[in-house]
């Protein structure tokens, strides 16, 4: 079985630029969340969707958006981009006990 | 307000026992969570304790109190590949993750 996949791997972007990072869960898992990581620090929460419907937001400003999609799929945006939006961001399906990551999208905003 | 605190560093040889804790002050609790992260790479989940007690998974081991909002990954006959980040998380409507402890395993 395949775990969560994200896409891009990797992205370089320029101040004020738009971003989509794209999330698929592991088979079966309806919860999906976005975490931002940077270099030193644990994950932080972003965004929590559960059957296409928000289930909880993190401490982040409205240019960070998400939705989920009939297939469980989902995808981050991030508007105006800014030199501290460079972070790995991590995508994580869950059943409830543990959460389990994709590889991450490594943002570089230049 | 959320918090978890961790080490943030720990230093053990190849073959020994290290203990990793972990305090929380969250809003809500349904469980604690343990996960490695290896440099460069995703977290990937070791263990949950949502009951009081220890849980035990090979070489790794979680324990929890509630009531004392505690709880340790207690890592076992240590190997280099076990040198990584450790994060717990508390689970309550979602993952609130503490800032890591990064382990070194000496030859």
């Known amino acids: 079985d395949a775990g969560v996949t994200q896409s891009p791997t990797h992205l370089i972007k320029t101040r004020g630029q738009q971003v989509t990072l794209r999330c698929s869960p592991i088979?079966?898992?309806?919860?999906v969340s976005w975490y931002q990581q940077v270099l030193g620090q644990g994950p932080q929460f972003i965004f929590q969707?559960?059957?296409?419907?928000?289930?909880g937001r993190g401490n982040f400003p409205d240019r960070f958006s998400a939705r989920q999609f009939p297939n469980y799929s989902s995808e981050l945006n991030v508007n105006a981009l800014l030199l501290g939006d460079s972070a790995l961001y991590l995508c994580?399906?869950?059943?409830?006990?543990?959460?389990?990551f994709g590889q991450g999208t490594r943002l570089t905003v230049v | 307000g959320q918090s978890l605190e961790q080490p943030s560093e720990v230093t053990a040889v190849e073959g020994a026992i290290v203990q990793i804790n972990c305090t929380y002050q969250t809003s809500g609790f349904y469980g604690l969570s343990w996960y490695q992260q290896h440099d460069g790479g995703a977290p990937t989940f070791l263990s949950y304790n949502a009951l009081d007690g220890l849980e035990e998974t090979g070489r790794f081991s979680s324990f929890l109190s509630r009531s004392d909002s505690y709880g340790y990954l207690l890592l076992q006959e240590l190997q280099m590949k076990d040198s990584a980040s450790y994060f717990c998380a508390v689970r309550n409507q979602n993952f609130v993750f503490g800032p890591g402890t990064r382990l070194s395993v000496l030859p």
């Open positions: 088979s079966g898992h309806k919860s």
């Open positions: 994580a399906s869950s059943l409830g006990s543990g959460a389990f």
């Open positions: 969707y559960y059957e296409k419907e928000e289930r």
